[in-house]
DNA sequence: GATGAATGAGCGTTCATTCAT
DNA sequence: TATGAATGAACGCTCATTCAT
C-alpha cells in the first residue's frame, strides 16, 4: 500500500534469492555470487543492505520458522475436540510447508549439519508449537480416546514423514529402481497425502475400544 | 594375525574419516584437509588411494547404502505374520542406524540436496528395502488385518521419525526454550524409541475390529 | 589525462606482465603468482579481470599476432618493385620483432609445442603475411628477376634467423665455447643485422645474370 | 652383441622417453609420471637408475647435442672445394635432423627460455660445428668464391628454416587460413627441402661473376 | 634392481568480503 | 542507496620426490 522505501524492496528480493537458494544447496553449497544474481542486485549490496552470509542465512532461518511454526496455531483453537484438533494440527503443517517450498529443504539442512546455525528465536517458535501439540494429546489422554505417546516423536512422525515426501521427489523421479506405486507423487501435500498421514496419525493415537 | 593389504588400511582409514566428516558437515562443507587429518594421512593420499573429492563421497554413499539397506532383510524371512514382519522391519532400521551413526545424517544432507550425489547403486538397495514394505502390507492386508496404505508413506513416517529424532539431538540440548519432556533423550535407537515408533505404526496400519 | 577506465588500466598491466612472463618461461613454466606480482596486483584479481591462465595465454598470443602481422604490411604497397618490396617486407619483420621484445619467444614456444594453444585469429593474421610474400615472390618470377622459390621456405629463413639470433642472445654470451665472432651480438635487428639478411634473402631469390 | 646389464636397457627405455615428452611439451610441461608410463617403468625407477628430472633433462640435452654436432662433421673433409663442403654441411644438418625427430623441438624450447639448462658440454659441440662453418665460408671468400657473410647468421638462416619447418608441421595443417602452397609438407627434410635450403644458402653467400 | 605407497610444497582457482566512488 | 573493482584466505588438486620393502 504505502509507497515502501528502496532498502526495503532490495532487502526483500535478496531475502527472496537467498531463501531460494539455501534451500537447494544448503549453507556451505551457496554462493553469495548466485543470491545476488538471482536478486538481481550487486553481490556487494548483499553486504550494505544485509550484511554478511551468516547474517543473511539467520534471516533466512528466522523468517522460515516465524512461518513455519506461527501460521499453525491460527484455526486450532476454534476446534473444540482433540480429534479436530489433531487433525487441524497435521493439515495446518501441510498447509505451511505447500506455501513455503522452501521449509523441508531448510529444515533438513538444518537438522543433518546439527542445528549449528539454529537461532535462538526459531527454537522458541517450535517450542510454542510442540507444547500446542502436548496440550492436544494431554487432552486426548484425560478424555481417555488417546494413548499415552511421547509427543515429540508424533511430531517427528509427522513432520518426518511430510518432508522426506517433498524432498524426495527428484530422487524418486531420478532413479529407475523404485517401483511404480513409489514413482508417482504429487507436488502438494494438502491433497491425498495430508489426508493419508492425518488418518495414520489419529489411528496411531486413538485408543482402540 | 596376517599382515593386512597396506593400501587396503589406508584406503579404511581414509573411509572412515570422510564417513565422519561428511556426516557432520555434508559434501559442500567438508574440508579435504580435515578428511585428511582424521584419517591419519597426508592429503595427497587421499587422491592417490581414492580420487578426487567427488569419488570418495560417492564410496561412502555407496557404503553407508549398502549397511542401510542389506542388514534389514535379516531377520524378516524368519517371522511368518504381517504383524511380526513389520515388527522387525522398523527394528531392523534402528537396529542399522544406531550401528552406523552418520546414516541419518547423510540420508538428510542428500535428501536436502535433491539427491545430486545419490548413486544407482544405493537406490536399487532402497528400493529392494521398500519392495520388502510393500509386500509386508500387501500380505496384511491379504489377510483383512490391515488396513490399505501407502507404503512410501509408511517408510517415510518410520525413517523420519528416526532420522529427525538422531538428528534433533544437538538442537534439543542446545535451546533452552524446548519443553522438559523434549530435552531429555536417549542416545540409542533400539531401546524406547523403537518401541514406541514400532507401535504407532502397527496401530496405524492395523484394521480396528 | 582523460580519466581512463580502471577496469581497462588493470587489464593492461597484466597483460604486460603476462606478456613477459610467458615469453620468459612459456605456458607451462609461467606461474599466475609470478605475473600477478609483477603486474602489481592481487592473484584474483587476474581471474576477476581477465579470466584463468588458458585466456590469458590467449589474450597475449592474440596481441602479440596482432602486432606481428599487422604493421608489415604497411610500407610495403608504396614500393614498387618486387626487389623494393622484399627489402621492405624483411625490414618490417625486423621492426616488429625489435618494438615487441617477447615476440620471438612467445613464437618460438608455440612452435616448440606444435601450436597447441594457437588462436584461429592469429593464424589468419600469419596467413595473410605469407600471402603477401608469395605475391610479392610471383611478381618477380614474372619480371623474370626472381627465381622460382618456395614462399614458406623463405619466410622460414627469414623468421628463423631473426627469432635465433634474438634467442640465443643468452645463450652465446653465457657460454665460453663459441668462437668471437660469434659472441658479440647487438640487441636490435634494424641495424646490421636486418641488413645482413635483407642482402642474403635478396641473393637467394634474385635470377643472376 | 653382448648382453648389456639390466640397469643400463632401462637407463635407454627411460632415456628414450624422456626425450620424446621433453621434445613434445619442454621441461616444465613434461611430466615424471607420463615419462615412467612411456618407458615402462615404475616412477619411482627413474630416481632411482637416473636422478632427478633436471638431471633427466641434461642427459636428454647431452644426447641430443652430441648426435646433433658430431655427425655433419663426418663427410665434410672428404670434399674438397667450398661450394661442395657447404653443400654437404647443409644436408648433413637435415639428415641428423631427420633422424632425430625429437631435435627441432628441445633446440626451440632451451632457445625460448634463453638456454637456461643448456649444458656446457652441448655448446661446446655447437661451437665446434659453427667453426667448420667459419672455415668452410672464409675458404671461400679466400678463393674469391663467396662474398664476406656473418657466419651465425648463415647458421641461423640454415638451422631456422630446418626447425621452423619440422615444427610448423602441426600448426599448418590445423588451422584452415593458410594458403594452398603452404599447407602440403613433406615430414623429411633430405628430400626437396634439403634441395631448396641449399640453392638458398649457395646462391646467398656465392659471388656473382 | 625395482616398485607401490606416501608426502610436502606449491599451483590454479574460488569465494566471502571490503573499498572507492 | 548501490556498485564495479579488488583482495586475502582458503580450497581442491597435482607433481616431483622419497621411503620401506
Redesign the interface.
Given at each position: 500500500m504505502a509507497k515502501k522505501n528502496k532498502r526495503y524492496e532490495t532487502s526483500s528480493k535478496i531475502l527472496k534469492a537467498a531463501t531460494q537458494v539455501f534451500s537447494?544447496?544448503?549453507?556451505?553449497?551457496a554462493r553469495v555470487d548466485e543470491i545476488a544474481q538471482r536478486a538481481g542486485v550487486n553481490k556487494a549490496t548483499i553486504y550494505y543492505n544485509t550484511g554478511d552470509k551468516k547474517t543473511l542465512y539467520a534471516r533466512v532461518l528466522q523468517k522460515i520458522s516465524g512461518e513455519m511454526y506461527a501460521h499453525p496455531s491460527e484455526n486450532i483453537e476454534k476446534v473444540l475436540t482433540p480429534v479436530g484438533q489433531l487433525k487441524a494440527y497435521v493439515r495446518n503443517i501441510a498447509n505451511v510447508i505447500d506455501r513455503n517450498p522452501a521449509l523441508p529443504?531448510i529444515i533438513?539442512?538444518?537438522?543433518?549439519?546439527?542445528?549449528k546455525n539454529?537461532p535462538?528465536e526459531a527454537?522458541?517458535e517450535?517450542?510454542k508449537m510442540?507444547?500446542m501439540l502436548?496440550n492436544i494429546l494431554k487432552e486426548g489422554e484425560k478424555q481417555d480416546i488417546f494413548?499415552k505417546?511421547?509427543?515429540?516423536?508424533?511430531q517427528?512422525?509427522i513432520?518426518?514423514?511430510f518432508?522426506?515426501?517433498k524432498?524426495?521427489n527428484?530422487?524418486r523421479k531420478?532413479?529407475?529402481?523404485?517401483?511404480r506405486?513409489?514413482k508417482k507423487s504429487e507436488s502438494n501435500l494438502s491433497g491425498t497425502?495430508a489426508d493419508?498421514?492425518e488418518k495414520?496419525?489419529l489411528?496411531?493415537?486413538?485408543k482402540?475400544n
Open positions: 537447494e544447496v544448503g549453507f556451505a553449497g529443504n533438513l539442512w538444518e537438522h543433518a549439519s546439527g542445528g539454529f535462538e527454537s522458541i517450535i517450542a510442540i507444547e502436548i494413548i505417546t511421547s509427543p515429540i516423536l508424533i517427528f512422525m513432520m518426518g514423514s518432508m522426506l515426501y524432498t524426495s527428484p530422487i531420478m532413479h529407475t529402481a523404485f517401483p506405486e513409489v497425502i493419508e498421514i495414520y496419525i489411528k496411531a493415537v486413538k482402540e
